[in-house]
């Protein structure tokens, strides 16, 4: 990804703000897109933690005038990673994701009607979770959350978070993937009324689980289970392109 990046790289600003589960208090990385009144985006990592990877995301949403916020759920929880676990759980962290968007609406320098929310393998089941509108509304957003979603590769299209969206999803995925399974995502995505909500999937032929992260080429051995990270450098291209022309007609340029 960081052939993709467009300009010298932004500073990162430590913030702080507290999860809507109302006891947890997080930390993250604020990327300003400028000092304009901005969209934004929620950026949500995989069970591994924070990496590389999502700094990039970061410093390229940035470039491309949305401000991001990275949200560091297991450090504030003294958690290193819940990969082959169920520490922190996806529809936990998704209360995360909802307190880093009432953070967002806090500051002047964003457009608190314009955030969206993207996430990775965990961070991407985070994101089905943030559909779910009983969450939603015990978080205090029944009516007025985000305003996008994307879900790379997510962990939860079996746990049937959503009933039905609350707001439009993308999600992409590799058909190898033998992590987080594209037949069920798609599953998912199928039950979705185009007439209420849209829900749109993508997966790519012969990529595998982190196909976007430039670093990722390697067996993960998680209990039993051996899963293939592997980046690929079209898909990731193509992935990029879709996720700003997602954003661009969901927040605006």
Not at 28 to 38: D, I, M, N, Q, V
Not at 181 to 188: H, P
Request: proline share 5%; hydrophobic share 45%.
């Amino acid at each position: 990804m960081i052939g993709l990046l467009l300009a010298a790289a932004i500073a990162a600003t430590p913030v702080s703000f507290l999860s809507k589960n109302g006891t947890t208090s997080l930390t993250g990385s604020f990327y300003s897109a400028g000092p304009a009144k901005l969209p934004a985006v929620v950026v949500l990592h995989t069970c591994a933690g924070i990496d590389d990877a999502m700094t990039d995301w970061a410093q390229w949403l940035a470039q491309s005038g949305y401000d991001a916020l990275v949200v560091d759920s297991f450090g504030p929880r003294h958690v290193e990673s819940v990969c082959g676990t169920h520490n922190v759980p996806p529809r936990e962290r998704a209360l995360d994701a909802y307190g880093a968007l009432a953070y967002l609406r806090s500051r002047a320098d964003v457009d608190g009607d314009r955030i969206g929310v993207i996430g990775f393998s965990h961070g991407g089941g985070t994101v089905l979770w943030t559909e779910n509108a009983d969450l939603a509304a015990k978080a205090g957003f029944a009516s007025n959350g985000f305003r996008a979603a994307i879900a790379f590769y997510p962990n939860a299209c079996d746990a049937k978070p959503a009933a039905a969206l609350t707001f439009p999803l993308l999600v992409l995925i590799g058909a190898l993937d033998n992590w987080t399974d594209a037949a069920t995502c798609q599953q998912l995505l199928s039950r979705v009324d185009p007439g209420q909500t849209v829900g749109t999937i993508h997966v790519y032929p012969g990529a595998y689980h982190k196909f976007d992260d430039p670093q990722a080429d390697r067996i993960a051995h998680i209990g039993a289970h051996q899963y293939t990270l592997r980046y690929d450098a079209a898909a990731a291209a193509d992935a990029h392109d879709r996720v700003l022309a997602f954003l661009r007609s969901r927040l605006g340029p």
